[in-house]
């Protein structure tokens, strides 16, 4: 069965740019999560989805925003880019109420 | 938010040596996780484990849910197993995640 897969692996923006990135869930998962890793804040929650409703959602402001397809595949949107918002994002999914297994991170540089 | 606190922060071991790393939280979750990430960034499951003992391999762990602590056994480390070591409680479809334990075993 393969893994959570996170696209693209690495990304270079410029200040002001808007990024999008995905997340394609392991088959039959119907909760996608994302998470926020810096060195100084460690790893923050941004959102969960499931079955396409954003269920909770982390202290982010709102430049960060996500959604959910009804396929379950994730995607996060992050506008007006900031030099702060470079961070490693992981994205995870789970079956309802049971172990997360998280992808490779999409590793975001802001230049 | 649920706090969660790790220990020790760093951890330098000699091959072949073992280790206990603790994770303390402040309220009751739904579920608890140990991660080994790798250099490249990605949380490699090890164990799910809301409550009780499990075992694989070298690796232990165990969760006592009524007094909110999780420990990670290592035995006989390998200098494979260095890298960060995270322990996350899940509670409303969140993960809340400690600060790590960064392990170096040198051969």
């Known amino acids: 069965k393969a893994g959570v897969t996170q696209t693209p692996r690495y990304l270079i923006k410029t200040r002001g740019q808007q990024v999008t990135l995905s997340c394609s869930p392991i088959?039959?998962?119907?909760?996608v999560s994302w998470y926020q890793q810096t060195p100084g804040q460690g790893l923050q929650f941004l959102f969960e989805?499931?079955?396409?409703?954003?269920?909770n959602k982390g202290n982010f402001p709102g430049r960060f925003s996500g959604r959910q397809f009804s396929n379950s595949r994730s995607e996060m949107n992050v506008s007006t880019l900031e030099l702060g918002d470079s961070a490693l994002y992981l994205c995870?999914?789970?079956?309802?109420?049971?172990?997360?297994?998280f992808g490779q991170g999409t590793r975001l540089t802001v230049v | 938010g649920i706090q969660v606190e790790q220990s020790p922060p760093d951890l330098i071991l000699q091959e072949g040596a073992n280790s206990t790393l603790r994770c303390n939280f402040s309220?009751?979750?739904?579920?608890l996780q140990w991660f080994h990430q790798n250099p490249w960034g990605q949380l490699i499951n090890l164990f799910y484990?809301?409550?009780g003992t499990k075992q694989n391999g070298r690796l232990s762990a165990t969760t006592v849910a009524t007094e909110r602590y999780s420990l990670l056994y290592i035995s006989s480390s390998q200098t494979t197993d260095s890298g960060v070591y995270f322990c996350?409680?899940?509670?409303?479809?969140?993960?809340?995640f400690g600060t790590g334990t960064s392990l170096t075993v040198i051969p």
């Open positions: 309220d009751s979750v739904n579920n």
């Open positions: 989805y499931f079955s396409e409703t954003q269920r």
């Open positions: 995870a999914s789970s079956l309802e109420g049971r172990v997360a297994f």
């Open positions: 996350a409680v899940e509670t409303g479809n969140q993960f809340y």
């Open positions: 088959s039959g998962h119907r909760s």
């Open positions: 484990i809301p409550s």
